[in-house]
Structures are given as C-alpha cells and as structure tokens.
Nanobody, 120 residues
C-alpha cells in the first residue's frame, strides 16, 4: 500500500507563493497518477492538478497559469508550486495517488492534507 505525506502549507498573503510537497512511501507495482485536490470549508473536494508518470498534466481552470504540478519519480514525490495566490485558494490541500498494487489491483491513496490559508 502507498502512503502519502504532504508538507509545505501555511499562511501567506494574497499574491504570494507556496510550494507543496507530497512524498509517497510503501510498495506498489506502479504509481500512475499523482494529483492535488483542494477542499474549502463547507465545500467538496475538487481537483486542482494531476500529473502522470510520463509528465502529462491537467489543471483546474482556476489553477491554470498560476500553479505548476511536477513530479520526481526517483524520489516518489510530487510538488505543487502555487504562485499569485488568491484568498479563494484557501483550503486543505490533499495529495492523491492512483496506480496498481503488488497484487495487480487498482488502488487509490490519500494524504492527511495540509492547510493553505491566503489572506487578503
């Protein structure tokens, strides 16, 4: 099973930047996609950005042009560089990984989340 640990959240002023990290550990046949989701207070958890093993990415419209997702496969770590932050970016950011387990079953893992707060 794959475990995920996020770090890098915090309090930042509007217009500032943060870099989130998601380190994976454990054993799996593959980690095919890694993604970042955001959950604002009282709202559902929404996709922010996703990256595949080959480096293909997709972003939520709200993140395009401001956020960059990257991945270091050798370190089993994904990153989310967030620039030009806005108060509406506030929320708990969760790391997600999907892939194939050692038993060749599909799995999905979530981290515990890291709080990002953007003040106006």
């Amino acid at each position: 099973q794959v475990q995920l640990v996020e770090s890098g959240g915090g309090l930042v002023q509007a217009g500032g930047s943060l870099r989130l990290s998601c380190r994976s550990s454990g054993i799996a046949y593959s980690i095919d996609t890694m993604a970042w989701y955001r959950q604002a207070p009282g709202k559902q958890r929404d996709l922010v950005a996703r990256i595949t093993t080959s480096g293909s990415t997709n972003y939520a419209d709200s993140a395009k042009g401001r956020f960059t997702i990257s991945r270091d496969n050798a370190k089993n770590t994904a990153y989310l560089q967030m620039n030009s932050l806005k108060p509406e970016d506030t929320g708990v950011y969760y790391c997600n990984a999907q892939g194939v387990s050692t038993t060749r079953a599909w799995y999905e893992s979530w981290g515990q989340g890291t709080q990002v707060t953007v003040s106006s």
